[in-house]
């Protein structure tokens, strides 16, 4: 194979690959979700191998491009589907509450105390005695709210979120699903109608629909 083949080879699939991450979106490497990582592990494997195809070359490029149309896809159903998007990247988890470690979340997310530790530390806590709250993002990170946080009662969790009720925060806060209703019903809202909606000192804040797509 030539150089100037490799080169031009190169390029297009430069080209190709800054395409592909324009059109998936401007997230960082972080804030992948697990579908998101595998496309983006799968993508690299097949233009490393389109690249060392000497016969086929474009058609190598093939399955990767179908990968970016099917990540699109699953993307565009995601954002209308709040079940769907849960299946696909999970939901937070409350790791810790008021300072006790929820050990039957831990085990139901495969997540060991050494994780929990580890990640710990590196939010600058030496123990667990400092951690008032403590949430497993759906990226992997854990979120930490220390007992010496000076809105350490004020976690906005989030108790509906695109028309579906959030029980596990619902209930975290000492809060039922009739109180939930009872403040729906007397705003004359429904609960597919929500948008979100977080508690924050005892009161329901709520961004409906409508108001988003104005």
Known sequence: MSVLI??????????????????????????????????FILIAELVAMALENK???????????????????????SLKSSKFRRFIDGR??????KGIVNFKNMVEQRYTLDDLLLQLREKD????????YAILEINGKLS?????????KTYPLPVIVDGEV???????????KKW????????KIKVSDVFYAFSKNGELYIIKKDEVNK
């Open 125 to 132: 806590v030496r123990s667990l005695d400092e951690v008032d």
């Open 166 to 176: 959030e029980f596990d925060n619902l209930y975290s806060i000492n809060k039922t």
């Open 55 to 77: 016969a086929n070359f474009f058609f190598s490029l093939v399955p990767a491009l179908v990968l970016v149309v099917l990540q699109v896809i699953i993307s565009k159903v």
């Open 6 to 39: 490799i080169i031009v080879k190169t390029i297009i699939i430069y080209l190709l690959v800054a395409l592909i991450f324009r059109i998936m979106g401007k997230r960082e490497v972080g804030q992948l979700g697990t579908f998101d990582l595998v496309v």
């Open 144 to 152: 930490v709210f220390k007992k010496d946080d000076k809105d350490k």
């Open 92 to 97: 937070p988890v409350v790791i810790i509450k």
């Open 180 to 187: 939930l209703l009872d403040i729906l019903v007397d705003k």
